[in-house]
């Protein structure tokens, strides 16, 4: 995941246009710009780690409470959760 603002911003947008429609996965030059300058910076790292684990656990507490199963780790960064009807023999029918 890469965070940008104004023209870095704008910069990654117009790449990702390109990479979708060359159906590349080459990771452009301002991605590994802004990782490098970022890699530079561990209390940043820290504290933005920090932000997406509070937002995730967040997140899947909602989720929860409106019915979902959650089949991600606590605190993972990634909210696994199935969607659609499963069928024990076809598996996820997913909408």
Known sequence: ?????????SQLTAEG????????ERLSTAVLVRVLSVLRK????????????????????????????ILSSPGSPIICFPVGEF???TGFDWI
């Open 1 to 9: 995941m890469v965070l940008a603002n104004d023209d870095l911003a």
């Open 87 to 89: 069928d024990v023999l």
């Open 17 to 24: 246009r390109i990479i979708a429609t060359r159906r590349s």
């Open 42 to 69: 561990p209390l940043l790292i820290r504290e933005r780690m920090l932000q997406v684990r509070l937002k995730t656990t967040y997140a899947a507490r909602m989720l929860t409470k409106a019915g979902c199963k």
